[in-house]
């Protein structure tokens, strides 16, 4: 059973940085998906990074590109989300999502390509 455990939330003023931790436990290969998702009160949740494990792509929203990093530690099976520049707009629960197994036809930021969900880390950010 697929286990992922978000960390590294917390609250920062405006202009912090902040790094998201997502330990992942049960995947049987290297090879799966994972993605970072926020959900702001009262909005929908949005795609923000994404990467393949194996073939190392990694795909950005327009929104926050210039902002993000997200990287994957393949041996301690860690996804990690660094976000810069925070405005108190960043304000939301952020998830980490997982697959083992993509569905064609479905983008990486997506969120029904993904079928494993952390329980989110909080971040607010101060003005």
């Known amino acids: 059973q697929v286990r992922l455990v978000e960390s590294g939330g917390g609250s920062v003023q405006a202009g912090e940085s902040l790094r998201l931790s997502c330990a992942a436990s049960?995947?049987?290969?290297?090879?799966?998906?994972m993605a970072w998702f926020r959900q702001a009160p009262g909005k929908e949740r949005e795609g923000v990074a994404a990467?393949?494990?194996?073939?190392?792509?990694?795909v950005y929203a327009n929104s926050m590109k210039d902002r993000l990093t997200i990287a994957h530690d393949n041996a301690k099976r860690i996804l990690y989300l660094q976000i810069n520049s925070l405005t108190p707009e960043d304000t939301a629960m952020f998830y980490c999502?997982?697959?083992?197994?993509?569905?064609?036809?479905?983008?990486?930021?997506?969120?029904?390509?993904?079928?494993?969900w952390g329980q989110g880390t909080q971040v607010t950010v101060a003005s």
């Open positions: 990467l393949s494990t194996k073939m190392g792509t990694r």
């Open positions: 049960g995947y049987t290969t290297g090879d799966y998906y």
């Open positions: 999502a997982g697959t083992a197994s993509r569905q064609p036809g479905l983008g990486l930021l997506d969120a029904r390509t993904y079928d494993v």
